[in-house]
């Protein structure tokens, strides 16, 4: 995936959103690969993105990682990057996925979902 958005919205927009996608689909027009999260209350986003958590993205973004290591060179404990890695892991904006270590086992290693996050918010 390349771009990502997160931003807010309402189930009119949400809906709005289909009809222009399944149109374009209709028409035999390309649909291109978009990753939208969308939250009703932009007090949500403010909860979600904080400066830790962009720091863990921005450095996961730059080089995938072990927690560990993403702890490593943000100078952060690790169970607090965990705990970040958690969170932007639900939210869809980092994946975790397991790899196989040279010569014993596996190990995890966190992944941006896309090369670029775009943010946008209303407050009505």
Not at 12 to 40: C, L, N, Q, Y
Not at 73 to 85: G, I, M, P, Q
């Amino acid at each position: 995936m390349k771009k990502l958005h997160v931003g807010t919205g309402s189930e009119v927009e949400f809906f709005a959103r289909g009809k222009r996608i399944a149109r374009a689909a209709d028409r035999g027009e390309s649909i291109p690969e978009t990753h939208i999260i969308t939250f009703e209350d932009p007090a949500d986003v403010a909860q979600l993105l904080t400066q830790a958590r962009i720091g863990v993205f921005r450095s996961v973004k730059a080089e995938p990682a072990s927690i560990t290591a993403i702890a490593t060179r943000l100078h952060r404990d690790r169970s607090a990057v965990k705990r970040d890695v958690d969170a932007l892991c639900e939210a869809g904006l980092v994946a975790v996925e397991s790899v196989p270590n040279a010569g014993h086992g596996m190990h995890k290693i966190v992944r941006a979902v896309a090369a670029r996050v775009d943010l946008r918010v209303s407050i009505d």
